[in-house]
């Protein structure tokens, strides 16, 4: 069968994915710590991890509105987007998911669970970043943080946040590989090979 290369992640997508990959991690790690501050991150301290984690946010929150802008710029939130119709493919990933089914349900650029954790994430970070700004700088926000559970509430719904990026990253590679591990060659490299007569909407092959 004759392949060829296409193009699925532009080079400034991938400095965008590792840049926020990398924040979000070290979000997560410092994050973490500050919660329990104890010896299992021998570098860090209080002092530096506090100030790791809030120069890091608001490094990362730059970094998340850059790509949404490149998104809606380029057209690319149509693929990463999760739409009420894509619940009609939900069923059929579950089913392949759990090897009920050998073939993959039909995609775009990104299966409907990829999708769903792109929206998800965008969402939740969002919410997290106001947090984030009220815990940095609590005294413009007074009024409202008897509505959100004050500082506490703040704090328990960081590390909630925290939880659920640490564990949703592991989902997000798994998901990225049952279809076509290629893919996730393609988030280093930007290309995979594909069949000759298999379209691939919004790609374009390398040129000589």
């Known amino acids: 069968m004759k392949r060829r290369l296409v193009l699925i992640q532009p080079l400034v997508v991938r400095l965008f994915h590792w840049a926020i990959t990398a ?13 329990w501050p104890t010896g299992w991150v021998p570098f860090l301290n209080m002092r530096t991890a506090r100030e790791l984690h809030f120069s890091t ?17 380029t057209g690319d939130y149509h693929n990463l987007l999760f739409r009420l119709r894509d619940f009609r493919q939900v069923p059929a990933l579950l089913r392949f998911t759990f090897f009920l089914q050998d073939r993959s349900p039909d995609q775009e650029k990104y299966n409907v669970g990829q999708k769903f954790l792109f929206t998800s994430w965008f969402i939740v970070f969002v919410l997290v970043a106001l947090s984030g700004v009220i815990l940095y700088q609590p005294d413009p926000w007074e009024v409202i943080l008897p509505f959100v559970g004050g500082l506490q509430g703040m704090r328990y719904f960081q590390f909630t946040v925290a939880l659920f990026f ?14 076509d591990p290629a893919r996730l060659q393609a988030i280093f490299t930007g290309w995979i090979r594909v069949s000759s007569d298999k379209p691939e909407g919004g790609e374009r092959t390398p040129s000589k």
């Open 23 to 35: 924040g979000v991690i070290l979000l997560v790690i410092t994050g973490f710590y500050i919660a």
């Open 57 to 73: 946010g608001f490094i990362t929150i730059f970094l998340v509105l850059g790509r949404f802008y490149y998104a809606v710029a």
């Open 166 to 179: 640490a564990l949703t990253i592991f989902l997000h590679v798994y998901l990225a590989a049952i279809d």
